[in-house]
């Protein structure tokens, strides 16, 4: 059935009865008539020249509308050209066969149609028109493409479906081998899951673990309590640790207890609240914080040891200090004692030779004996074997008799020692060792002080107490040696006058003496310009 209606019988094998043409032909007209498939036919220009009962059901136009009309009437825009192409092959004597198309109905509906063209031959072999087939293919491809559709849609549930069991098989495999024990426990503390640490911690299988209450793992001790707990979490619905701050254990099948840290979370599920809880074996953590904890203990009963046997030896050294300071002292005052009196040559006259070993010995006795104090000094308030006696002061009375007593060492080396116009304050104080710290102070600072320099005393009222300033225009003391100097034995560099005197002890002395008397003291100082040494006492406001 691919050719045209113009002549059959060049187209079909003659008929048993051919000796009757007309019969023929009506007899192809009907089968024409009652062919599923619209079959046109076509001049060579594309006029429609006939149209089956197909082609009106197909396309929508009844004969009298398409006959005489140009094929293109059922173009779908964007397939004119097509069409030219077609006819284009048509004239040139090849065909067209089962190619799928798209025309457009009379309603304006777009078809699908498979189409054969083939052309139509007179006798004499000249083409004199085209046959057209065309099968509506709308319902198949529909049907076809509904059908790739819901292919489609099941690959894609299949393949979600795949990736949803790959992703539930890996949380899965995850949940079972988490670190920690996971269990989920129904209304009534039934367990419901558990997962494969869970059996290992506890020992028991996972069969056994199912259905199992959860209270059978809280050690007996803490078992009755255990339900109470359990309601009150599942009403409070809001996750949380359990037990916090206390030392939590869990009982094994066997009945062994273990240290565990456990975390619960309340779930709403269809069967009501379900609790979720990570159970953490925390047996190897608990072992290093008691394996540190005992070490530290050793380290700190050792260090507390030698601490005391430190204080020990200290004490024993400032005893031992104290004792032979006061050895020394006596035999000191006996040398002290002849050498002045042989320089007053009452004993007879000396000669200048003589004179000048006496200076010597004098000289080197006192500073011998100065150094001894101060040692005797610092061991007695390191061995805590000083006592003071704190009474209200007159400070402007310390302060000048300290000056008059320092008065000639700071001639001797052309410094002038002057004390500030605001300085008569109260303070609590012991009056001797406030003496020996200003003294100390007022010597430093004329040590330090280049002749013709200048020392200072002052004082004014800061808050509770008395700040007593010290100042000099001497060599000043370097940033970095501003602590140090407050330390025993510690020395700076040499005086003014190039040679290193003292001992290192003075300000050590003055620091505890202050300290000792509830104040503080400091310096200030500028390299080069002079230092300000202040200190701190109660201020004696009655
Ligand atoms: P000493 O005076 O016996 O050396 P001190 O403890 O009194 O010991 O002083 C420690 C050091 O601090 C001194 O050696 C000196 O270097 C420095 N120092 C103390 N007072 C002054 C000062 N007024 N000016 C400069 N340096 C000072």
């Not at 052309?119 to 049907?143: F, H, L, M």
């Not at 539930?168 to 558990?194: C, M, S, T, W, Y």
């Not at 940033?479 to 025993?488: A, D, L, M």
Request: proline share 4%; charged share 25%; aromatic share 4%.
């Amino acid at each position: 059935m691919s050719s045209g209606v113009s002549d059959p019988n060049k187209i079909f094998p003659p008929l048993p009865n051919s000796e009757n043409p007309v019969n023929v032909e009506r007899w192809l007209a009907a089968i024409v008539e009652s062919s599923d498939d619209a079959i046109l036919g076509m001049a060579l220009s594309g006029v429609i020249t006939s149209w089956n009962a197909a082609a009106t059901r197909i396309f929508g136009y009844e004969p009298h509308e398409a006959l005489g009309q140009p094929v293109s009437l059922l173009a779908w825009p964007g397939e004119e050209e097509r069409i030219d192409l077609f006819l284009a092959i048509l004239r040139h004597g090849g065909r067209v066969d089962h190619t799928e198309v798209s025309r457009k109905h009379k309603n304006g509906k777009k078809i699908l149609v498979a189409l054969s063209l083939s052309p139509i031959v007179d006798s004499n072999g000249t083409i004199i028109g085209i046959a057209k087939i065309a099968r509506d293919i709308t319902e198949r491809t529909e049907a076809a493409s509904a059908l790739e559709d819901s292919r489609i849609r099941l690959a894609e549930q299949q393949a979600n479906a795949r990736a949803e069991m790959l992703a539930e098989r890996k949380f899965r495999e995850l949940i079972e081998n988490a670190p920690d024990a996971i269990l989920q426990v129904d209304q009534a503390g039934a367990i419901v899951i558990a997962n494969c640490t869970a059996e290992k911690m506890f020992c028991y299988t996972r069969e056994e673990l199912i259905g199992l209450n959860v209270d059978q793992l809280v050690p007996e001790a803490n078992r009755a309590a255990h339900p109470t707990h359990r309601k009150t979490l599942a009403t409070a619905g809001k996750s949380r640790p359990m037990g916090l701050g206390l030392d939590l254990f869990a009982q094994r099948k066997d009945g062994t207890q273990f240290p565990v840290e456990i975390s619960l979370s309340p779930m709403n599920t269809e069967a009501g609240v379900h609790v979720t809880a990570v159970i953490r074996d925390v047996t190897d953590r608990k072992l290093t914080e008691q394996r540190v904890r005992s070490l530290q203990e050793s380290y700190m009963t050792e260090l507390q040891a030698r601490h005391k046997e430190a204080e020990r030896l200290n004490q024993l050294k400032s005893e031992f200090m104290a004792s032979i300071s006061h050895e020394l002292r006596t035999p000191l005052h006996t040398i002290i004692g002849f050498a002045e009196l042989m320089q007053e040559e009452g004993e007879g006259p000396l000669n200048s030779r003589q004179r000048r070993f006496m200076e010597h010995i004098h000289v080197d006795s006192e500073h011998l004996l100065g150094l001894i104090n101060d040692v005797l000094d610092l061991s007695r308030i390191e061995a805590g074997g000083l006592q003071l006696h704190t009474e209200p002061v007159r400070l402007i009375l310390i302060v000048a008799e300290s000056i008059a007593a320092i008065r000639l060492y700071a001639e001797s080396r052309s410094v002038s020692i002057r004390m500030g116009s605001e300085i008569d304050f109260n303070v609590l104080a012991d009056p001797m060792r406030l003496r020996q710290i200003l003294y100390n102070l007022l010597s430093n600072g004329a040590k330090f002080t280049q002749p013709g320099g200048e020392v200072h005393v002052e004082a004014a009222v800061e808050g509770n107490n008395v700040r007593i300033t010290v100042s000099d225009t001497g060599l000043g003391i370097a940033p970095e040696e501003r602590t140090q100097i407050f330390e025993k034995f510690y020395q700076v560099g040499l005086t003014p006058v190039g040679v290193r005197e003292g001992t290192g002890l003075g300000l050590a002395i003055c620091k505890q003496l202050v300290e000792m008397q509830k104040g503080t003291i400091w310096v200030e100082s500028e390299l080069g310009k002079g230092s300000k040494f202040h200190f701190t006492l109660p201020h004696n406001q009655t």
